[in-house]
């Protein structure tokens, strides 16, 4: 128990401090408990979880993704422009969408991972050219309104559990199994850690770095649909928040920006965290500017805790106490 | 697997003479490159447009230009230290928040306040440079969250766009000099700034920290101060850019910053400034934001939509980049 303790401390440490904020919130709003609130929290958390999972292989394996944004959106615009409102068409059109989502991430890894294009620029670059095609194509005006399908995927409920959280769960489970079980795991942490070390090693760098980018490229185009169906309609730029709630979320989660280590479970507690702070804030009286300045000390605090410096101070408290 | 870029240039001096030149036009592709994306650009845009030849065209570029370039300029800086300042949006609101709100009518008053906002830029920069030296913190990281705390703190002073600029100091960007607008001769002060800057101790001591941080350690090189200093330039760029934004918009924004994080680093990398730290020229810099702005004006002479503007720039950065690369690995393989 102590050894998993020493090993995922930053995680452990999410976790705790997301219990500590939603007690902080509860005294200061007593309904923020309730059961009705929670499940609301929990679907907010959902999109910024969904999106930072494939943030978070990406950022393990030592890279990063900002083409997240107009991924998620135009997979928001497209899905509804084609659906027009009907279920029907989405038998075709998600596995499409999926597919366009994975294909955005090939283009993105075979640029970083055959070309040697810094991950920064490359996605970079995918997000703008993302952003005026879409642009072109809609005209800048607004789409049709959700399927029903998809709002009920996104604020349905089944038994009382809101239906995103139960896919949300799904997922989490998956890059559980993902990070911990499968080849895939230990190579991306092998390749995380050191890319020359792993390539002379055998782990299959390139595929690796590239099969993150498809991960994310899904990700953010899953959740692009599921937005949607949240707020009934697809708009111009309803991803962009997500570009830095996704990053904030897996460096909250304990991830090292350098890549090789994290886990998808520390990135669910920071999802969490953040979204808390988001309902917190009106409960204080306190502005959106105020939440920007708070998200900031946030990030800044849990990478401080995760810093060599910190825990070099740790260890040697440690030694001093034995 | 790659070689760094102390342990090449070395390498590359024991070439031959003979071939000496193709490698040193390999070492310059990216800067060419983005030169000649420029010079068709500007045929393209001259072709289709009168008058474009003329010194009222070249103040008006410099000037839509000159926010994003002195963005980039501090942008540059870091990038050669082998940095990244994504503050640069915070500090960029803020500023011009700040300026909408307490600039007034007396130039007495509001001198002070660009003093105080230009002080603010360079300590705000130095406190990242200071958390990254003394936490061990990666750039990213630290930068995305005073870009946060910045913005925040934008917000708070001034919730949506509004404030007012005093007419002279917007007048300042269309002063003229010998017929040349003072964005122009901004310009031109930016290339003696660094054509002096990169010679100084400061200027070779965080190139050489960009090269190779370790071997500039070893040699007695402080590293928290070399932080300090580069992204202090950073934030002092920043600051100086939201002064300029003021006069073109008349008002503050606490949002216009991000408009700027992203394309000054792609400014800077269409320029053929490496982010692996250690190699670039501000001229590269200043050439790509100017590429970055004209594809505006271009969409706009060829009668298509300005929404293909951002897949222009898109595309140009994918180009410069894979330039850059193509070049690197002509450079291992010249050395091997």
């Known amino acids: 128990m102590s050894a998993f303790l020493a090993r995922n401390r930053l995680i452990v440490l999410a976790y705790a401090g997301m219990v500590v904020l939603l007690l902080v919130t509860a005294l200061f709003s007593p309904g923020f408990l309730s059961i009705s609130n929670m499940r609301s929290t929990v679907v907010l958390a959902a999109f910024v979880g969904i999106v930072a999972l494939g943030q978070t292989v990406v950022i393990i394996g030592g890279g990063i993704d900002l083409s997240v944004p107009w991924v998620l959106n135009s997979a928001a615009i497209v899905m509804a422009l084609l659906c027009g409102g009907q279920d029907l068409p989405l038998v075709w059109v998600m596995p499409l969408l999926l597919a366009g989502g994975a294909l955005i991430g090939l283009v993105n890894g075979v640029g970083v991972a055959q070309f040697g294009v810094p991950p920064i620029i490359m996605t970079l670059a995918t997000n703008v050219i993302l952003q005026g095609l879409i642009l072109v194509l809609t005209g800048g005006s607004p789409t049709p309104s959700a399927p029903a399908l998809i709002q009920f995927l996104s604020v349905g409920r089944i038994g009382g559990f809101p239906v995103i959280a139960l896919i949300w769960l799904a997922l989490t489970l998956a890059a559980t199994l993902l990070l911990s079980k499968a080849a895939f795991g230990r190579h991306l942490y092998a390749l995380g850690t050191s890319a020359t070390v792993a390539e002379f090693s055998g782990v299959p760098t390139a595929r690796t770095t590239i099969l993150t980018y498809v991960i994310s490229g899904l990700t953010a185009a899953f959740a692009g649909m599921l937005l949607t169906g949240y707020s009934g309609q697809a708009y111009l730029g309803m991803g962009d928040a997500y570009l830095f709630t996704s990053i904030a979320a897996v460096a909250i989660g304990g991830a090292s920006i350098l890549g090789g280590s994290g886990h998808y479970l520390g990135t669910v507690a920071g999802a969490m965290v953040l979204t808390i702070l988001t309902g917190l804030l009106p409960a204080l009286n306190l502005s959106s500017g105020a939440l920007l300045v708070v998200y900031g000390a946030v990030i800044l605090l849990t990478v401080s805790i995760g810093s060599e410096t910190f825990s070099g101070l740790g260890g040697k408290l440690r030694g001093k106490a034995n | ?336």
Not at chain 2, 137 to 156: D, E
Not at chain 2, 211 to 236: D, H, P, Q
Not at chain 2, 238 to 252: D, K, N, S, W
Request: one cysteine or more; hydrophobic letters at 55%.
């Open chain 2, 1 to 336: 697997m790659a070689m760094s870029v102390a342990e090449r240039s070395v390498e590359t001096k024991m070439q031959p003479p003979g071939i000496d030149w193709r490698g040193r036009v390999l070492d310059r592709a990216p800067f060419l490159v983005a030169c000649l994306m420029l010079a068709l650009i500007v045929a393209i845009y001259g072709s289709l447009q009168s008058g474009v030849f003329t010194l009222d065209e070249i103040n008006l570029d410099t000037a839509a230009a000159m926010t994003l370039m002195l963005a980039a300029t501090g942008q540059t800086i870091v990038l050669v230290r082998g940095g990244i300042d994504l503050s640069i949006g915070g500090m960029i609101s803020l500023g011009t928040v700040i300026a909408a709100t307490r600039f007034t009518d007396d130039p007495s008053t509001t001198a002070l306040w660009m003093v105080i906002i230009l002080a603010l830029g360079f300590l705000i920069g130095a406190f990242n440079g200071l958390l990254i030296s003394l936490l061990k913190l990666q750039p990213f990281l630290v930068t995305l969250a005073t870009w946060s705390i910045l913005n925040g703190i934008a917000m708070i002073i001034l919730p949506t766009d509004g404030g007012s600029i005093p007419g002279w100091w917007v007048g300042f960007a269309s002063a003229q000099l010998f017929g040349l607008t003072s964005p122009v001769w901004m310009l031109l002060a930016l290339l003696m700034f660094w054509w002096w800057f990169r010679a100084t101790g400061v200027g070779l001591t965080i190139q050489a920290t960009g090269s190779n941080e370790k071997s500039a350690f070893l040699s007695g090189v402080s590293i928290t101060r070399v932080n300090l200093v580069t992204y202090g330039l950073s934030g002092l760029f920043a600051a100086g850019a939201a002064l300029f934004l003021v006069t073109q918009t008349g008002a503050g924004s606490p949002t216009i910053g991000k408009d700027y994080i992203l394309p000054s680093v792609a400014a800077a990398v269409i320029g053929g400034v490496s982010l692996f730290g250690g190699r670039g020229h501000l001229a590269g810099t200043l050439i790509g934001a100017f590429v970055l702005t004209l594809i505006g004006n271009l969409v706009f002479v060829l009668h298509v939509s300005s929404y293909w503007q951002p897949v222009a720039s898109g595309v140009i950065l994918l180009l410069s980049v894979l330039a850059s690369s193509v070049a690197e690995k002509a450079a291992r393989n010249r050395v091997q």
